[in-house]
Every structure is written in C-alpha cells, then in structure tokens.
C-alpha cells in the first residue's frame, strides 16, 4: 500500500514530467534553429514517456489543457519570438553590468568597491523582488535569495582576480 509520501512524491513528479512537455513543446515552437527545435522535439518525447511511468499519457492537447487548468496560461497567447528572446536578454544583461561598475566612474579604491557593493545588492534584491510577480512567491525571500546566488558569484569572481592578482585600487 502506498504511504501518503509516496502519493504526494508521485503527483508531484507527474506535475513536473507535466510542466517539462509544456516548456518543451513551446521551447520548440520558438526555436528559430531547427537542430535546437529537434533537439526540444525530442526532449518532450522523453518527457511524454517518463509521464507514460507515471500512468499517463498525455497528449499535445493535453499539454494545452495542463497550461490553461494548472499554470493559469492560454498557450495561444504565448507568442514572443527567439529575436525577442535574445534581444531582451542582451538588454537585460547589459543593464545588470552597468549597475557594479557605475561608481567607478566617480570613485575608486575602497570606496568605489563599498558602493558597488551596495548598488548591486539593493539592485539584486530589486531584482529577486520583481521576479516574485512571475513565481507568485514572497518579495522577501525571494529578493534574499537573488542578494545571496549573486553576492556569493560577486565573492568567487572577486577571489579568482585577488588570486591571479587584479587588484582594484
């Protein structure tokens, strides 16, 4: 007989084999590349198959249904375009780059790192906040977690140029 863990644990893999054939299947109808869209083709097929595990088989329009009663989207609505995608990336990057090295056109040594370590921290917490409209978790913790992946990266990056010996200042 199946405990109640193994229940929970069952239906919430079969949510992510779900949830996986959806993000495929649009990743491949997105894809300008053809070799990366065979590539998500076949990735929903793996997924379709790992549900299939889990007792059920569930089809294009199942995965429609699914995005529409489960994750509250209409697939149709999606749109959006691999140029649109790469595009916004670049934007996005570029503006996350600028907002560290900003204070050191006014300042240098310990003080321009002071206030770039400051700017992008209260910028990564903006971030991680902001994100919280799309996962619908708390602006909190969420902005917390993004201060700590990103001040740990800022750490490991600061380590490796003192430790092959850039130095600011």
């Not at 790992?50 to 569930?58: D, I, R, S």
């Not at 991680?128 to 978790?137: C, E, K, Q, S, V």
Request: charged share 20%; glycine share 10%; hydrophobic share 45%.
């Amino acid at each position: 007989m199946a405990s109640t863990n193994d229940i929970k644990r069952y239906k919430e893999n079969l949510k992510a084999e779900k949830q996986a054939i959806l993000l495929y299947t649009r990743m491949s109808e997105a894809e300008q590349n053809q070799d990366l869209a065979a590539v998500y083709s076949k990735l929903v097929e793996t997924e379709k198959k790992h549900a299939e595990f889990w007792g059920h088989k569930l089809s294009d329009a199942g995965a429609d249904t699914l995005a529409r009663e489960e994750l509250g989207i209409d697939p149709k609505e999606l749109g959006g375009s691999a140029w649109e995608a790469g595009i916004t990336s670049f934007l996005l990057f570029t503006v996350g780059a600028v907002i560290p090295v900003m204070p050191y056109m006014f300042l240098s040594g310990m003080t321009g790192i002071a206030v770039s370590a400051v700017s992008s921290t209260l910028a990564l917490f903006i971030i991680g906040a902001i994100i919280t409209l799309m996962t619908g978790r708390h602006p909190v913790i969420s902005g917390i977690r993004q201060v700590l992946f990103g001040l740990a990266t800022a750490t490991i990056t600061f380590s490796i140029g003192h430790f092959i010996g850039v130095y600011l200042g």
